[in-house]
Structures are given as structure tokens and as C-alpha cells.
T-cell receptor, first 112, second 116 residues
Framework: QKEVEQDPGPLSVPEGAIVSLNCTYS??????FMWYRQYSRKGPELLMY????GNKEDGRFTAQVDKSSKYISLFIRDSQPSDSATYLC????????????FGSGTQLTVLP | SQTIHQWPATLVQPVGSPLSLECTVE??????LYWYRQAAGRGLQLLFY??????ISSEVPQNLSASRPQDRQFILSSKKLLLSDSGFYLC???????????????FGAGSRLTVL
């Protein structure tokens, strides 16, 4: 079993839809959670960063962490074609990038 | 502001040829530096990381090596490429440990290597 599981998709939605992207994990010691967005043929860029459980909102994006279920989600409201990308979750126990564990990524396409 | 440069963006190399990928960071001092490989559907695999000049830690035994000749320069090399070395290679940097946000990676644009 992988330490972090992420549905690879691909996921296609119409413009304006609400998108839900998810990751599950097995290590209960994880406490830092991130979402990266990666456009085709580019490097990933940090989208959302959360610590411990709870929600964090940034514009159309909401990151949610449920440590009791070992489950994290990224919601995108009013999705746009420019949101088409691969979304990677990442998590770590401590504040060290060396320890980050990445999901395999979910490929999202928002159709105009 | 900090920027990270990685080159070349794309290269096609024959099996058995050498490899050199370069990465430089601007706008910060003493960053932690990383090389990742990304295979389709397999996420990011950490290959090497460095906390300072000449200090390299290897995460996975392989045909590759890394060097850090200057504070903000990180090089990925191979003496003889294998077919299995094909992939998308990403350089990244982070703040050193103890700083808020030290677990956040900033990635370069990547280098796509095809070994034929």
C-alpha cells in the first residue's frame, strides 16, 4: 500500500462546475498538508498549505483536512478552463521538505 | 523575489551517453536544493537533496549523481545513461530547516529527458 493514495483521473468537468480532488494517507503522523498544481510540461507550484486539521480557503479554492479519516480534499468552485492541470497532494510529519510524500496526481480538464 | 532556473528544458540522448542537468536559484542564500524525477502516474521521487556546498544526500541508489559546486547551483549528472533514466527531472529549493515554510518546495520548470 502506498503511503499516499490519489485517484489519477483523468477528470473532466464543464466550466463552472465544483471540483473535488482527494487524497488518502496511511501515516497518522502527517500534520502538514499541501496541494500543488502542475500545468503540462511545467514544474508544480504550491496552491494551498494547511497545518493539522480544518479548512483553508483562498479565492475559489478550499483545502480540507480530516485527520481522523486520514483524508484531504481540494475543492475548486466555479472551475475555469485555466484550472486544467494535474493536482498533486503532498504531506509531511515535520517542517522539512525532504520528508514530503507526494501523491501521484489527478489530471483535471475543465471544458469550456 | 526568488527564482529558479533549470536547463535544458528538453533533451534526447543515446544510451551510454553522459548527462548534465543544471539548476540555479536566485534571490536567496543557503537554500536546500533537491532533484526529483517524475514518472507518469507515479508521483515525484526524490533523488538527491543538498543542505550546503558539497553536501549531497542520495535517496535512491541509481545511475545518477549530483553535485553542488556553488551555494545556489545544483547539477544532476550521469556518466552513462540507461533507457530507464528517461523521465521528467525537476529541481527544487526550500528554506533551511527551522524557518517557517521550510517544508515548502519551489520547483523549476523541469527537464524532459528521453534516452534512446
Amino acid at each position: 500500500q502506498k503511503e499516499v493514495e490519489q485517484d489519477p483521473g483523468p477528470l473532466s468537468v464543464p466550466e463552472g462546475a465544483i471540483v473535488s480532488l482527494n487524497c488518502t494517507y496511511s501515516n497518522s503522523a502527517f500534520q502538514y498538508f499541501m496541494w500543488y498544481r502542475q500545468y503540462s510540461r511545467k514544474g508544480p507550484e504550491l496552491l494551498m498549505y494547511t497545518y493539522s486539521s480544518g479548512n483553508k480557503e483562498d479565492g475559489r479554492f478550499t483545502a480540507q483536512v480530516d485527520k481522523s479519516s486520514k483524508y484531504i480534499s481540494l475543492f475548486i468552485r466555479d472551475s475555469q478552463p485555466s484550472d486544467s492541470a494535474t493536482y498533486l497532494c503532498a504531506m509531511s510529519e515535520k517542517g522539512s521538505a525532504r520528508q514530503l510524500t507526494f501523491g501521484s496526481g489527478t489530471q483535471l480538464t475543465v471544458l469550456p | 523575489s526568488q527564482t529558479i532556473h533549470q536547463w535544458p528544458a528538453t533533451l534526447v540522448q543515446p544510451v551510454g551517453s553522459p548527462l548534465s542537468l543544471e539548476c540555479t536559484v536566485e534571490g536567496t542564500s543557503n537554500p536546500n536544493l533537491y532533484w526529483y524525477r517524475q514518472a507518469a502516474g507515479r508521483g515525484l521521487q526524490l533523488l538527491f537533496y543538498s543542505v550546503g556546498i558539497g553536501q549531497i544526500s542520495s535517496e535512491v541508489p541509481q545511475n545518477l549523481s549530483a553535485s553542488r559546486p556553488q551555494d545556489r547551483q545544483f547539477i544532476l549528472s550521469s556518466k552513462k545513461l540507461l533507457l530507464s533514466d528517461s523521465g521528467f527531472y525537476l529541481c527544487a529549493w526550500s528554506l533551511t530547516g527551522g524557518y517557517s515554510g521550510a517544508n515548502v518546495l519551489t520547483f523549476g520548470a523541469g527537464s524532459r529527458l528521453t534516452v534512446l
